[in-house]
Structure formats: C-alpha cells, structure tokens
C-alpha cells in the first residue's frame, strides 16, 4: 500500500517500536508486527496489534508505572 504520510513510499511488512504516553507512563513496545513505509518509516499497525498494543499500555496505567520497555507477544 502507498503510505498515507509521503505519498511515495509503499509499506512491507516488517517491525516496528511503538512509544505511548499517557497519564505520567511512558510505555515503550519493541518488535511490534507492523506495515513500514520503506520511505519514510511511517508504520501501520492492523487492528488486532493496535488492540494488544493499548491493552499492554492501559495495563502499564493502571499499575502507575513511570517508565515500562516491553517485547511486543502475540
């Protein structure tokens, strides 16, 4: 797919890392299954590893964790 950001760059499948902030909790999710613009570096995730992605970031929330660095798993 063309990436929506550069419009020139088209995406493959590939990994990415993924860094939230919400609330006074930075969650940093390595290895994450995503589509990667081979321009830009703009990355696109699907549906159901968006979902487990926020699931694992609102956990990190909820616990009041400041600083979280986590390995994405399926």
Not at 28 to 48: S, T
Request: charged share 25%; with cysteine; net charge negative.
């Amino acid at each position: 797919m063309k990436c929506v950001i550069c419009k020139t760059g088209d995406t493959t499948a590939g990994y990415t890392t993924v860094t939230l902030q919400r609330a006074g909790t930075v969650v940093i999710i390595k290895e994450v299954p995503a589509d990667v613009c081979q321009d830009c570096g703009e990355y696109y995730l699907d549906e159901a590893v968006a979902s487990k992605v926020y699931a694992q970031a609102e956990d990190a929330v909820t616990r009041h964790a400041e600083v979280e660095i986590l390995k994405y798993a399926a």
